[in-house]
Every structure is written in structure tokens, then in C-alpha cells.
Nanobody, 125 residues
């Protein structure tokens, strides 16, 4: 099992930036890729971005492409989500997740095995 802890959320004005971090521990050698998801009040949890645990492949939801960047630091077992040009509709609890499912980068939350507790990001207009 992999333990995930997110940090870096908070309140930011529209147009601003925030960087989220996700520290992984436990059986990190089993991770194939990591993802970020978000859940706004009254809505389903949705995919934001994913990255291979080793390698350079990334994958983004259309709604964040060009504004958000996912990256990782394997030496620190940490994945980041740099969020720029934030909009009020980006307000949500952001979760990181890890999957052992190999072969591709996945947007389906059902394919992710381990989840963090989430961190709130609020974008004011």
C-alpha cells in the first residue's frame, strides 16, 4: 500500500497561482503513475492530470491544459501540481492518487489504488 499526503492548498484570487504537493510513502516501488483529481461541492470527483512515476509522459484534462503542470521529484517521492491562471471554477478539494495499473495514463478514478486525504483550493473572483 502507498500512503499519500497532499499539501499546498489555500485561498487565491482569480488569475493567481498555487502549487500542490503530494508526498508518497510506503510501497512506492509499486507505483506506475500518479494522478490529481478534484471534487467541487455537489459534483463528482474528476480527473485533472496524470504522470508516469518514471519517464516523462503526462496527461491532462482539457479544462486545465495549458494552465496546470504536473511534475514529480522521484528523489523526494513527491508529485506536484502547478496551477496557474486560476479560475473560480477551479475551486475544489484536490486529491492525489497512485495506481499500479500499467500500460497507459488513466483518467478513470476506479483505476487508482491509493488516495490522499485531499487539500482545499478556493479561487475567489
Amino acid at each position: 500500500q502507498v500512503q499519500l499526503v497532499e499539501s499546498g492548498g489555500g485561498l487565491v484570487q482569480a488569475g493567481g497561482s498555487v502549487r500542490l504537493s503530494c508526498a508518497a510513502s510506503g510501497r512506492t516501488a509499486s507505483i506506475y503513475s500518479m494522478g490529481w483529481f478534484r471534487q467541487a461541492p455537489g459534483k463528482e470527483r474528476e480527473f485533472v492530470a496524470a504522470i508516469r512515476w518514471s519517464g516523462v509522459s503526462t496527461y491532462y484534462a482539457d479544462s486545465v491544459k495549458g494552465r496546470f503542470t504536473i511534475s514529480r521529484d522521484n528523489a523526494k517521492n513527491t508529485v506536484y501540481l502547478q496551477m496557474n491562471s486560476l479560475k473560480p471554477e477551479d475551486t475544489a478539494v484536490y486529491y492525489c492518487a497512485a495506481t499500479r495499473a500499467a500500460g497507459s495514463l488513466y483518467s478513470s478514478r476506479s483505476l487508482y489504488d491509493d488516495w490522499g486525504q485531499g487539500t482545499q483550493v478556493t479561487v475567489s473572483s
